[in-house]
């Protein structure tokens, strides 16, 4: 079992540093970040940008893969997107996880005027933007046309230092984006459905492991070729609450055919509100037990 944390962009850069820093000394296997313009209730901030953070993290960490959780189509084109990817996944030497998302409905769904897309749209478009990432990142020149997206020679020279391009993590929790995850993802990762009670909220992440696996069946991969990522703060407790509880978390998510988890660095309130004490002793006493697992 792998560990990952995501570090949220909520802290000015004086502080976000140190932490992830911290991450790679404490021996995470991946640490992320959100892609949002703003989010829930911390709208109004401080927050930052996914791209640059990510960048500034490659340049004070060394071994950890970098990546986006997710990276949102609502504001992104993948042409720009594209350029952008390439120059993070050089400057990190190789270590983006590229985790990408259908698009909330929230605050970036409509900062830019828009009305919010209903869901078999949204569904479009996440196909759209992932189809032509994938060519961006993997062709040296790509003219495309779609309902969403377009591009008319558009140039990824010299491409990604992975090859043939960065790792695709999809999120996926229907049919038709697991559908996508098969066809395109070197991982999946999910929320889970949302549950009021700890129980339910297990039963739905077993429901879904259970339609990845079929998806890719259907499209011909082996299901073991893939690596499963569950966002642990989907469920409504939040994994830090005690080391004990995480190591729970971390059992039944092996349990279910699960290879990494994600939680998140505590915050004094609000979403992931929880004691950095917590994390400290997973970090130091917990991860190390896991390593091999």
């Not at 960048?55 to 960490?61: E, K, L």
């Not at 991969?221 to 005690?242: C, G, I, M």
Request: contains cysteine; glycine residues 8%; hydrophobic residues 45%.
């Amino acid at each position: 079992m792998r560990v990952g944390i995501v570090v949220l962009p909520d802290e000015s850069w004086s502080v976000l540093s140190d932490r992830w820093r911290q991450v790679e000394e404490w021996g995470f296997d991946h640490a992320w970040t959100y892609d949002h313009l703003g989010w829930r209730d911390l709208v109004d901030g401080p927050w930052f940008d996914a791209v640059p953070t990510l960048t500034a993290a490659a340049t004070v960490t060394s071994r950890i893969p970098l990546g986006t959780l997710v990276a949102s189509p609502n504001f992104r084109h993948p042409v720009h997107f594209a350029r952008e990817i390439t120059a993070l996944d050089d400057i990190s030497a190789g270590r983006v996880l590229l985790g990408v998302g259908a698009g909330g409905l929230g605050f970036d769904a409509t900062v830019l005027g828009a009305d919010p897309l209903p869901p078999r749209a949204r569904a479009d478009r996440y196909a759209e933007f992932v189809e032509l990432l994938d060519l961006l990142l993997r062709q040296d020149q790509v003219t495309w046309q779609g309902r969403y997206y377009q591009a008319v020679d558009a140039r990824s020279t010299p491409g990604c230092r992975q090859q043939p391009r960065v790792p695709f993590v999809l999120a996926a929790n229907g049919p038709r984006s697991l559908a996508l995850v098969a066809r395109f993802g070197a991982g999946w990762v999910t929320t889970g459905t949302a549950f009021d009670d700890l129980e339910s909220w297990w039963a739905s992440v077993a429901g879904l492991a259970e339609g990845c696996t079929a998806a890719m069946e259907k499209a011909g991969r082996d299901p073991a070729s893939l690596r499963r990522y569950l966002s642990l703060d989907s469920a409504p407790v939040f994994s830090l609450s005690s080391a004990s509880f995480f190591v729970d978390a971390v059992e039944r998510a092996a349990g279910l055919g699960f290879t990494d988890v994600i939680t998140h660095w505590p915050r004094r309130s609000s979403w992931y509100a929880g004691d950095e004490r917590v994390l400290v002793e997973v970090a130091t006493e917990v991860l190390p037990t896991l390593r091999g697992s």
